[in-house]
């Protein structure tokens, strides 16, 4: 399998479970707070969970007695946390500003 590319879309995702990562989350939830649609988010959770970063399961309920499907409850596990921190400051280094020419350094101090 080739490695996961994160693009944006993958780091919007990773960036809610690294959050909180105690908190499982649902699609809609993650739907609701990405701007995704099910057909963006959906294959980026399958990909996450493929490649071992993510662990998935069904709620364990009646749908009939609370009036609504089952939800598939979506947590990033150690291996998932691990990398996701990884890759997320990896890309935030790539999106840093280089230094401008003949500027100090933002932290430098006078000279």
Partial sequence: MPPLRITLAVATVLRIFLDDVAQPRYGYELMRRTGF??????PILAR????????GHFEDVDPAVLGRPQRRWYRLNEHGVALGRRELAALHEQLRPAPRP???????GPA
């Fill in 48 to 55: 996450l969970e493929a490649h071992g970063w993510l662990d």
């Fill in 37 to 42: 649609a099910s057909g963006k988010l959906y």
């Fill in 102 to 108: 003949g500027r100090l350094h933002p932290q430098a």
